[in-house]
């Protein structure tokens, strides 16, 4: 992550001022940010990026948080103020369900052959 990124992002991130010394939050999210642009699992996230359970945990709490979405619309409006995006939408809510035998099968799994079928007048 570039330092205009990071500076971008960083104020949109909780903040947590007591407890124990924690892993660093730009560390992390690059780790967490590496993990989905590679779609590996959690354990496999390489070491440098901190111990996996640190970056899964921080993930869930800034995804409760709403830090993930403040993130996008952050970024969606800069975009937008800047004129670099347009907004065209297409939607597609066609969603037709249907049923194994919707398909023409017959009951049973009994099929019809040509030669039984009967003939067209």
């Known amino acids: 992550m570039s330092d205009a990124e990071w500076e971008f992002v960083r104020p949109l991130l909780p903040v947590l001022v007591r407890g124990r010394r924690r892993l660093?939050?730009?560390?992390?999210?690059?780790?967490?940010?590496?993990?989905?642009?590679t779609g590996t699992a959690?354990?496999?996230?390489p070491e440098r990026y901190?111990?996996?359970?640190?970056?899964?945990t921080r993930f869930r709490r800034w995804a409760a948080d709403g830090a993930f979405e403040r993130m996008l619309r952050a970024a969606q409006s800069q975009v937008d103020a800047a004129g670099d995006v347009d907004w065209p939408v297409s939607v597609d809510v066609a969603v037709v369900r249907a049923?194994?035998?919707a398909a023409g099968a017959?009951?049973?799994g009994s099929t019809v052959q040509l030669s039984d079928a009967p003939e067209a007048a």
């Open 42 to 45: 959690w354990r496999d996230v």
């Open 106 to 108: 017959r009951k049973g």
């Open 24 to 37: 660093d939050d730009r560390r992390v999210l690059n780790g967490i940010v590496w993990k989905f642009r």
């Open 99 to 101: 049923h194994q035998r």
């Open 50 to 56: 901190g111990p996996w359970a640190t970056l899964h």
